[in-house]
């Protein structure tokens, strides 16, 4: 009830003019980060982390947070609409947002993840208000063993779900791995498999690579066909029609409970929860051929997921002051600069402070729905846009992205290699997405079992004494032996195919 | 890659013939300051502090920019790398540069010489520390434990090589015990894997935990210092519990890449130095619970040195170990 309370009393400060005012412009300017490519939440917050020094704390700490949402959300303008993910964990947004796009549907998709994140994002915030510290205190039990198995249980759901291209997949998965193997050895700090390139000291970087997969990949196939128009949308059509909104809303929820779950963990990252929202969504899905090719569900899964993920991160930090994704360590160094501690004393030292906070966490995704409903269209228009121009934004877009994040030239080179790799493998059907999350999830991966076997003297029967850590290998175990073993167990699934 | 060197060698060479030009004019534009840590770690959140307050005496943004990854060599390798024009900066960690240059397999692109150690900001001692209701209440109790079961007791560093590494084997050796050691990449990691059960006994530095210390949420056992932390004045010195030869500590300061002109150096050390000894610069650094140490010229050079000869054994012990 004292809860309650507090949040009342924030509330009414959140909602004071000058507050939403913060939360307005942190909404915006975050939305216009991950509409970027190249700048990530994590950069861009940490970019903008100066612009809040002359506020008071409380409003620094809103604007900040609206930025975080805003440049969650941004990411999935571009995914849509060009195929181009604006921050890692937009990626699984382009699998079918994109197709919807090609269909004319963009508008829908933008209007369906618009108000996925608003969901998101709103229950899981109500669930840190219920049980932020010990939900935060029980996921610490969650240590580098048992997220060794969530990696793995991850990559193999993803591997064994993807119907006919099992082996395909499993291949590009391997590649995405030893891609990842690439540069310094996270223990001994020794460089590998660089072949005494300098550049590749620091590996592959991930944005270069997803934008040759995926976006010059894409621009290159779309040439092959000499459309005039990329895409023809009606654009008046974006409101998701009944039906479209009764497959969404179980996507929507489960999307919430899976990113609010693994929000808690610090470390996940935001990319792993959009993949299992979305593994799962064509797991109980009824039509599991459509995933890739344009369902509905498989945006609102992710694009939830990632806003819930979002918002369940700041349970850590707020609770236990554990930043549990780059993004969000930059926001604890912003609160820590702005003279705020975040940890379990937050609570009782400064409540007014982080309830308004939190308060305005609400606040913030409601703004976040009420800006992008609208704009929606506007963002649709840009594929009015003859095609020939639009290539050339859209690769002018990709070099400035993958440029601009190191300052390396190589990495544009990287860029435009992926594009043409990616142009191949989709023309030899084979599926990118694996490739790439094995390519994020290889270095913590890696890192954790590592560190899982300097726990146990290098013995791996750690697994056996750890039950949850047991749990998550066992089933993609069971999945992929149902596979190989039954082959009629998942027959359904097996006529599907996930890009 | 010829192309690239090339370039680089005629630009310092353009940059050393055109030197008493540049430090009229230094700083045109905007100064970048690479941190080799994590954004929101003890390092980076001094380096913002800094650069924060020393960009209004330079007249020019500072500009932090993390390049996290290898316990701080990519950061390193960049600073070491960056064009010698007072531009780009960064922050060194010892021992942190030191390790890094003595462990062949690192293959570090820089070495000692590759640094001019400018101003010195930060000296973090070590901390021993364990969770709040560990049954270890003494460094006493967990050295008794570590007896009892040569190799169980798990302790976490920041990093291979690192000075909390480094600690872990000076403790190893005076205590004439034996840890099993786990190597994470941060002091948030470390915090989760103590308080979370998956380690025993964490090795950090007083900066990352002292409000935690303080609330009584972990314990400090021992400071690796010769003299008692002003911020935890009731947590005991390894010097006092009777390991005068565990001492170690992490300090911060700010760099420039080798062949910088001396008078642009001259500017950075004085606009820096003045920052780093105004009254807010201790009220801000009080607050994070980073202990400012300035150093400056020979005495933060003399420390560069001094500091190469006690890592070298550790190190070297270290990499033996492996």
Redesign the interface.
């Known amino acids: 009830m004292e809860a309650l309370n507090h949040l009342l009393a924030g509330f009414a400060a959140a909602l004071t003019v000058k507050y939403l005012l913060f939360a307005l412009a942190g909404c915006v300017l975050g939305t216009l980060i991950g509409v970027l490519p190249g700048l990530g939440p994590a950069a861009g917050t940490a970019i903008l982390i100066p612009l809040t020094f002359s506020l008071d704390p409380t409003g620094a700490i809103i604007m900040l947070s609206a930025i975080y949402y805003g440049a969650m959300y941004g990411g999935t303008i571009t995914s849509v609409l060009i195929n181009v993910p604006g921050e890692a964990a937009s990626v699984v947004t382009c699998i079918d947002g994109y197709q919807m796009a090609l269909q004319g549907r963009a508008g829908t998709a933008l209007a369906i993840a618009a108000i996925g994140s608003f969901v998101g994002g709103t229950l899981a915030t109500v669930a840190l208000v219920a049980v932020a510290t010990p939900l935060a205190t029980l996921a610490l039990k969650f240590g580098p063993v048992e997220f060794f198995a969530l990696m793995v249980a991850g990559l193999c759901l993803v591997v064994g779900l993807a119907g006919k291209n099992m082996l395909a997949a499993l291949l590009m998965t391997v590649i995405g791995l030893l891609l990842a193997m690439i540069g310094v050895d996270p223990v001994r700090g020794a460089p590998r498999f660089g072949f005494g390139v300098e550049e590749l000291y620091d590996g592959i970087g991930f944005v270069p690579v997803v934008m040759g997969l995926f976006g010059v990949a894409e621009l290159l196939l779309a040439a092959e066909k000499r459309q005039t128009h990329m895409i023809q949308a009606d654009l008046n059509k974006w409101m998701p029609t009944r039906e479209e909104r009764r497959a969404s809303a179980g996507a929507i929820g489960r999307g919430t409970v899976i990113g609010f779950v693994l929000g808690l963990i610090p470390g996940v990252g935001a990319i792993v929860p959009t993949f299992m929202a979305y593994v799962l969504e064509k797991r109980v899905s009824r039509t599991p051929e459509r995933f890739g090719k344009g369902a509905i569900e498989g945006v609102a899964s992710a694009e939830t997921a990632n806003n819930a993920y979002a918002n369940a991160a700041m349970v850590p930090l707020l609770a236990l002051g554990i930043p549990s994704s780059p993004t969000i360590a930059v926001l604890m160094g912003a609160f820590i600069i702005n003279g705020i501690t975040p940890g379990p004393f937050l609570f009782q030292e400064r409540p007014e402070l982080v309830w308004t906070v939190i308060a305005s966490f609400f606040v913030g995704n409601a703004l976040l729905l009420v800006l992008n409903l609208p704009l929606v269209g506007l963002w649709a228009k840009l594929l009015k846009i003859p095609f020939s121009y639009l290539c050339a934004g859209v690769l002018i877009f990709c070099v400035i992205g993958s440029y601009g994040l190191k300052q390396s030239l190589f990495d544009v080179w990287v860029m435009l290699g992926f594009g043409i790799i990616g142009y191949l493998l989709r023309k030899l059907d084979f599926p990118i997405a694996p490739a790439i999350l094995a390519l994020i999830l290889g270095p913590m991966m890696e890192k954790s079992l590592r560190t899982t076997l300097e726990m146990s003297g290098g013995s791996f029967a750690i697994f056996l004494d750890r039950p949850a850590a047991l749990v998550l290998l066992a089933v993609p175990v069971i999945v992929i032996g149902a596979l190989v073993f039954r082959p009629g167990t998942f027959s359904k699934l097996r006529e599907s195919d996930t890009d | ?1 010829i192309l690239r060197r090339r370039t680089l060698l005629a630009a310092s060479a353009a940059t050393a013939i055109a030197s008493p030009a540049i430090a009229q004019n230094y700083p045109r534009r905007p100064v970048q300051l690479i941190v080799a840590f ?4 003890s390092t ?2 001094g380096a ?2 800094l650069a ?1 307050a020393a960009e209004k005496d330079l007249g020019q943004t500072i500009t ?1 920019v ?1 390049k996290a ?3 701080g ?2 950061g390193f ?1 960049e600073i070491a790398r960056a064009r010698p024009d007072g531009y780009t900066l960064g922050f060194i960690n010892l021992p942190a540069v030191n390790t ?1 240059v003595l ?1 062949p ?3 570090a ?1 820089f070495n000692m010489d590759s640094f001019i150690p400018v101003v010195n900001q930060v000296l973090d001692p070590g901390l021993i520390w364990v969770k709040g209701d560990s049954p270890y209440k003494s460094l006493k109790d967990l050295v008794d434990a570590a007896k009892k079961e040569p ?1 169980k007791l ?1 302790a976490c560093t920041t ?3 690192s000075d909390d590494h480094l600690a872990i084997l000076m403790m190893q050796e005076a205590a004439k015990v034996d840890f ?6 941060s002091g ?2 470390q ?3 103590v ?5 025993d006994v964490a090795f950090d530095n007083v900066g990352s935990v002292v ?2 210390v303080q ?1 009584g ?1 972990v314990r400090g056992l021992a400071v690796t210092d010769n003299e008692r932390s002003k911020f935890l004045p009731d947590v005991p010195t390894t010097k006092e519990l009777g390991y005068p030869t565990v001492i170690s500590s992490s300090t911060r300061g700010v760099a420039a890449p080798k062949g910088t002109p001396a008078d642009v150096v001259k500017v950075i050390e004085t606009a820096f130095l003045k920052a780093i000894n105004s009254a807010d610069m201790k009220q801000k650094m009080d ?2 619970g980073l202990a400012l140490k300035p150093m400056a010229g020979a005495e933060y050079a003399k420390y560069y040195a001094d500091l190469q000869k006690q890592a070298q054994k550790y190190t070297e012990w270290a990499l033996k170990m ?1």
Do not use: C, P, W, Y
């Open positions: 890659m994590a954004a929101g770690g980076d959140v913002r502090i924060a932090v993390n990854g290898a316990g060599q990519l390798t890094i462990d397999e690192r293959k692109a190799g798990r990093g291979i090589l099993r050691i786990v190597h994470f990449d948030t990691q915090l989760a894997g308080l979370g059960g998956h380690v409000k935690r609330s949420e607050a994070v492996r």
